[in-house]
């Protein structure tokens, strides 16, 4: 199931957040593809070397968080950030979007460290950022039809179907792989969209707004 697009009819605002977070991503994808391997070694998350040196290293968990590993990865986490960060941002307001999106992101990367403290392995990408805001979507918007690419088939399905069937998806490799299997980090997923839940529940100050998106 790929999510292609959900309904904005109801959106009151500009999500000029979201738009500059994807611009940024982009801009610094292609600064790594110009300078290579010394740039993405220097500027990944390294969990043996934050946790032996944190002070020295803790600007990672930001530059890691807009760097890929390739264009499926970067097109594939901008495409989820583009149909699920508006929504949010319209909710939360810019700078309050900018913060959540921020503190997904960092406890995205210190769960994968924790579930692997001794790893060499560089770690990077938007996705645990991201996960946040599909934990937040999940909250807000659970009945928000999206549409979805199943085989040569666009169907509509509730949000929190969609956003379910993901996060369950990152629940069975971890348990049953650990670690980054595949060269991914599911633990930053999961501690991601945990995170995006919390917060969501504390940005919102326990008042539901009514929204035209459910």
Known sequence: MLPIGDDNSGQRTIPFVTYLLIVANIFVFLVENALGDS????????????????????????????MHASWLHILGNMLYLWIFGDNLEDRFGH??????????????TF???????TSLVPNLGASGAIAGVLGGYLILFPGQRV?????????????ILVIGFWIALQILNETSAGGAAGGVAYMAHIGG???????????????RRPSVYE
Do not use: E, W
Request: aromatic share 16%; net charge positive; charged share 5%.
């Open 147 to 159: 549409r979805v690419l199943v085989v040569a088939f666009i169907i509509r399905l509730p949000a």
């Open 193 to 207: 969209f945990a995170a995006g839940i919390i917060l969501t529940l504390l940005f919102r100050g326990g008042q």
């Open 111 to 117: 769960a994968q460290v924790l579930a692997d403290p």
């Open 39 to 66: 740039f993405i070694l220097a500027n990944s998350v390294v969990p043996a070397h934050l946790l032996a040196n944190p002070f020295a290293q803790f600007y990672t968990v930001f530059t890691a968080m807009f």
């Open 95 to 108: 700078s309050k979007f900018l913060v959540f999106y921020l503190l997904c992101g960092i406890a995205a």
